[in-house]
């Protein structure tokens, strides 16, 4: 009789081996395997039956039930009495509220922004909504490559710039329009079409190139809240042909993706 191959579990903290003379992590097993049920409760679309869980824990059924039962104790996950299927209890809730009080979008991106600059032919910030347009409250030079017309405080394009399309893709039309009004006249261009910014919102990445200056491209990516809200906008200015790799073409998207996961924001997907 064929069989298919064995499903690798993880034991219990209490049944974890330990080689002779092996000297332990300073970590506390069972914490980190608790961490892994929290986990999978959180990112899970619905309600999971018991060998769902041990499926997606990789943990036998009997360990599976004994850590989730420790966690429904202590309040941070709950099992429905009629459908016996496990989710977050109360306590975690509680939990990811305390965090998300404490999150600062605008200072996260900007750490990720410092680091992008430092590492790579770009210079690059952090810019958020105000009435009168993308306003970039982080910027920080490259030493690679930089330009003088950006600086700190100063309003952007919303027609001519990646960053302003990317607010323009998230934020209410008549928010946008009523900043467009307020912009000089040598900052408006052509409202884009419904198309590029459908697609600006579907990728959640823009790109310019040689639209205030020759040759220099402007990249965008927008930073959401728990709610999936725009809080602000990470963008760079480069000289595509600095940039010597796709790892560095691609530093932004890469930088962007790491703030959302510490924001809570949107899933990422994109360009």
């Known amino acids: ?20 003379g092996e000297k332990r992590s300073g970590t506390i097993q069972s914490v980190a395997i608790a961490a892994r049920f929290l986990n999978v409760l959180a990112s899970a679309e619905h309600e ?18 004994r850590y989730l039962q420790s966690l429904v104790k202590e309040g941070l996950a709950r099992q429905d009495p009629a459908s016996s299927l496990y989710d977050l209890g109360p306590a975690a809730l509680s939990i990811g509220i305390g965090a998300l009080k404490r999150v600062d979008a605008v200072e996260i991106a900007a750490q990720h922004m410092k680091a992008l600059a430092h590492q790579h032919a770009a210079s690059g ?34 027609d001519n710039t990646a960053c302003g399309l990317v607010f323009q893709a998230f934020l209410p039309k008549a928010t946008i329009d009523a900043a467009r009004k307020l912009q000089p006249a040598h900052f ?63 530093a932004l998207f890469r930088a962007a993706s790491r703030v959302n996961q510490s924001t809570g924001g949107l899933p990422w997907q994109g360009a």
Not at 48 to 65: F, K, N
């Open 1 to 20: 009789m064929r069989r298919g191959p064995l499903k690798k579990t993880i034991p219990a903290a209490d049944d974890a081996p330990h080689a002779p």
């Open 48 to 65: 999971l039956a018991l060998g769902e869980v041990a499926r997606r824990t990789q943990t036998g059924a009997s360990t599976a039930h």
């Open 125 to 158: 910030g952090v810019a958020i909504w105000t009435d009168r347009g993308p306003t970039l409250v982080r910027w920080y030079r490259s030493a690679f490559f930089s330009i003088n017309p950006l600086a700190l405080g100063d309003v952007l394009p919303i």
């Open 188 to 250: 408006r261009g052509t409202a884009p079409a419904k198309a590029v910014l459908d697609e600006v919102r579907s990728s959640r990445w823009a790109e310019k190139t040689s639209h205030l200056l020759s040759n220099v491209t402007g990249q965008a990516a927008p930073v959401f809240d728990a709610q999936g809200e725009i809080v602000c906008v990470v963008t760079t200015v480069t000289d595509l042909g600095q940039l010597k790799t796709p790892e560095d073409r691609d």
